[in-house]
């Protein structure tokens, strides 16, 4: 955590964004940082097609569009490991799995959060969306890209 953040009060890009690292907190950020360009693409995506199409049509076409986003930029910033599985396709298909697992968890718990707790919607998909994007890091941390994990700090 440390040198997270003097990487961050150093203001050095170069290190939080692009040299290849082992320290989880550096990647976490990075997931972080790349969750929000994901979620953007997803929201804008959604935002777009929803006035062309049924609104649960663009909200699927939409979170594809950004779980593609978020595979393609993790791959360059935060997982530049090898993956467990040899293929691309495979690689991508579990990234997959383990994104619609946290849309599951996403609509769970907004539901719950909303129809039970009587939260408001969006206080709701802000709380999901922090529960979901740690399971997402994490899920995808030790279950795809868990085999060059020496030297990890």
Known sequence: MKE?????????FQSLFI???DN???KFFRYVFVGGIAFIIDWLTLYILKHYIHYLLAVAIAFIF?????FILSKKVVFTEKAV???????FT???IIGLIGLGLTE???YILTDWV??????SKTIAAIIVLIWNFFARKYLIYHNNMEGHK
Request: proline share 3%; hydrophobic share 50%; glycine share 2%.
């Open 4 to 12: 997270l953040i003097k990487l961050i009060i150093r203001l050095d």
């Open 19 to 21: 040299t290849p690292t």
């Open 24 to 26: 989880s907190y550096i």
């Open 66 to 70: 950004g779980l593609v986003v978020n």
């Open 85 to 91: 599985v040899k293929k691309v396709e495979s690689e």
């Open 94 to 96: 579990l990234y997959c």
């Open 108 to 110: 769970l718990l907004v």
């Open 118 to 123: 009587k939260l408001y919607i969006m206080l």
